[in-house]
């Protein structure tokens, strides 16, 4: 995928990818019946997985910038800022999260609401982590004048 998206090539060599990543599926899909489906991991099985997420990848690419600007995209971004502060927290956070719920449940609050209370309450104190203790330490953007590629191209 990486060779494929990151490295400028000839239109034919990327359609050779494609067309390779499609075949891999093809024989890999042909092999499942001999597969044995009692054992935890089938190589074909995961070769066929993983050749159509790597299609997936390359063909939505061109809708990046559409779902990024889009309500689910901005809101997946913003969580995706918060989630190295969930996995530093979880293990305190989910006790208090957990009492939390507890206590809701031991006052009339319906048992639907138990995961997306404790949910809430992860993502509530992940993110108030991440205001309080990453925010403040996490480098500044650079400007656009300073960056090294601005500075080689004023100089040819």
């Given at each position: 995928?990486?060779?494929?998206?990151?490295?400028?090539?000839?239109?034919?060599?990327?359609?050779?990818?494609?067309?390779?990543?499609?075949?891999?599926?093809?024989l890999s899909f042909r092999n499942w019946p001999t597969s044995d489906f009692t054992q935890f991991r089938s190589v074909y099985i995961e070769w066929t997985v993983a050749a159509?997420?790597?299609?997936?990848?390359?063909?939505?690419?061109?809708?990046?910038?559409?779902?990024k600007n889009s309500?689910?995209?901005?809101s997946l971004c913003a969580f995706g800022l918060i989630t190295y502060s969930l996995y530093l927290t979880?293990?305190?956070?989910?006790?208090?999260?957990v009492?939390?719920?507890?206590?809701?449940?031991?006052?009339?609050?319906?048992?639907?609401?138990?995961?997306?209370?404790e949910i809430g309450?992860?993502?509530?104190?992940?993110?108030?982590?991440w205001y309080l203790c990453e925010r403040p330490f996490l480098n500044k953007p650079l400007r656009e004048s300073t960056a090294p590629n601005h500075r080689l191209r004023s100089q040819t």
């Open positions: 995928v990486f060779y494929r998206l990151c490295i400028p090539r000839a239109r034919w060599k990327n359609l050779l990818i494609d067309c390779g990543l499609v075949a891999l599926i093809a159509v997420f790597a299609l997936a990848i390359i063909y939505l690419r061109r809708w990046d910038e559409f779902f309500i689910a995209g901005r979880h293990e305190y956070n989910t006790h208090l999260a009492a939390a719920s507890g206590w809701g449940l031991r006052h009339s609050m319906p048992a639907v609401l138990k995961a997306p209370l309450m992860l993502v509530l104190l992940g993110t108030a982590f």
